[in-house]
């Protein structure tokens, strides 16, 4: 029985999905405003909700899994006006990091990838609903959410108005009839991306656009799943209840996920701190499997302090998962029951080790423990090294490592076979000519384009040794 802890609630819940049948299931989880690089704090969030949505598959349900791109905010407007970019082209850049990253942690791709500029026909409808509901209202061309009249107001972050008034303010320009009023819509300012709406030029709110998309995506008034990390929780999500529910007198959510922070000396990594580590940093040092493997090591729940220690840890454990590269016989078993599902004629009836695998399942099921799932892969392999020879037993071990691997993300993706394509054997002639003709920056800058590629170099005296990251 899949148990989750609710935010809502406060407490774990049997997960019993919405739909009827009991077979689909729809998440959707807070992407990022691309106006900066993706950092570790990015890389948690991403991987605790992959991890999730690989195991509710596991489990046999069809997942349909949403991420939104907030491409229109304050602060894409004021890097683009910093940098001198074009907004859609700044947005579109960080985007692509996103997915370049990401990708590198072997988190799969969402099923959609709203953006707010692709969506302002849906958004407006939905501030529509909302006015038209009696808990908007329009203020020289700025169209604010009434939250006192929204009585369930603080559910979720279990927060009393009354205490929340104190650390209320109206800002300069401000048309509020309540301090804890939160805007719709923006009215345009000079020089700013804006759209036609009934109440003016200007631009959705930051809260909107997550009520909007989510429920348009999924076609429905209540779903499954609505993830992200804790600093989201208020006000954020605690917006996106009250409009949603204001707006469809419904439900919005059923289950609400959240991970915990990522720290550094116990202290919040954020930018504004300038104590935050870009994913592209860290890649450059390690294995981004190897730092997929650190973000697992702690409940998803709990504060994660970050250290190189850690991630020395990570490696030093996840090497451990991959001895069976020394060993020709294992690696040759572990690639044929990888392809027995696409080579049937291949396929052997090995059976799982069923006393690991319920543990890993009794992990997963207590609200998705990777910490002990990732114990049994370790006692799998203890089982597989201390085995003199490869014999059933052996293969029962094996088999079932493979399956907690894939379910945690964790392939042994570093160690099959792999082909360079043209464009990278290009990339690495040009270089070695480069180093040949001591051009290091010229060198230095092919290396980070065979990187963006998904490969590195390793120089040696019998010439560069080429793998996969």
């Not at 998962?321 to 291949?346: D, H, R, V, W």
């Amino acid at each position: 029985m899949l148990k989750i802890y609710n935010t809502l609630s406060g407490k774990k819940e049997e997960f019993i999905p919405i739909d009827k049948n009991g077979k689909d299931v729809n998440m959707y989880v807070c992407g990022i405003t691309p106006y900066d690089e993706v950092h570790l704090g990015h890389a948690r969030c991403y991987v605790v909700f992959d991890v999730i949505r690989r195991y509710l598959k596991y489990k046999g349900y069809t997942v349909k899994y949403i991420q939104n791109f907030t491409d229109i905010d304050d602060k894409i407007i004021n890097r683009s006006l910093e940098a001198k970019i074009p907004l859609a082209e700044l947005a579109q850049k960080y985007i692509d990091d996103y997915f370049t990253q990401m990708r590198k942690l072997n988190i799969q791709d969402a099923d959609f990838y709203p953006r707010v500029t692709q969506k302002i026909p849906d958004i407006i409808s939905f501030i529509k609903k909302i006015i038209d509901n009696g808990y908007g209202y329009v203020a020289a061309g700025d169209v604010y959410f009434s939250v006192r009249k929204f009585k369930d107001y603080g559910k979720l972050s279990k927060r009393n108005v009354d205490d929340l008034k104190s650390g209320s303010r109206v800002l300069p320009g401000e048309q509020k009839k309540d301090p804890l009023d939160f805007a719709l819509w923006k009215k345009a300012k000079e020089g700013e991306p804006s759209w036609e709406s009934p109440w003016g030029k200007g631009r959705p709110g930051w809260h909107i656009e997550c009520s909007a998309m989510s429920l348009n995506e999924f076609g429905l008034n209540t779903f499954d799943i609505h993830g992200g990390g804790q600093d989201l929780i208020f006000p954020h999500h605690e917006n996106e209840i009250a409009q949603s529910e204001a707006a469809l007198g419904k439900p919005f959510v059923k289950y609400w996920i959240h991970n915990g922070f990522v720290t550094i000396n116990k202290e919040k990594m954020s930018k504004s701190l300038g104590n935050f580590f870009t994913l592209r940093e860290i890649f450059e040092k390690y294995d981004p499997i190897v730092v997929r493997y650190m973000l697992l090591t702690q409940h998803y729940r709990q504060p994660l302090d970050f250290s190189e220690d850690k991630l020395e840890q990570s490696k030093s454990a996840y090497a451990l998962i991959n001895t069976i590269k020394g060993n020709e016989e294992l690696l040759g078993l572990t690639n044929k029951i990888n392809n027995a599902e696409n080579n049937p004629e291949e396929k052997e009836e090995i059976k799982y080790n069923t006393k690991i695998l319920e543990e890993f399942e009794n992990a997963m099921e207590d609200d998705f423990n990777t910490s002990i799932a990732l114990a049994c892969i370790h006692k799998l392999l203890k089982e597989i090294i201390n085995e003199k020879t490869i014999n059933y037993k052996t293969k029962s071990d094996l088999k079932t490592m493979i399956l907690i691997c894939n379910t945690l993300g964790l392939e042994l993706r570093n160690y099959r076979p792999f082909a360079i394509n043209l464009i990278v054997k290009t990339l690495i002639k040009a270089r070695e000519d480069a180093r040949k003709n001591k051009n290091w920056k010229l060198s230095d800058e092919l290396r980070q384009k065979i990187k963006g590629e998904g490969f590195d170099i390793e120089d040696t005296k019998s010439g560069p040794r080429v793998k996969k990251i």
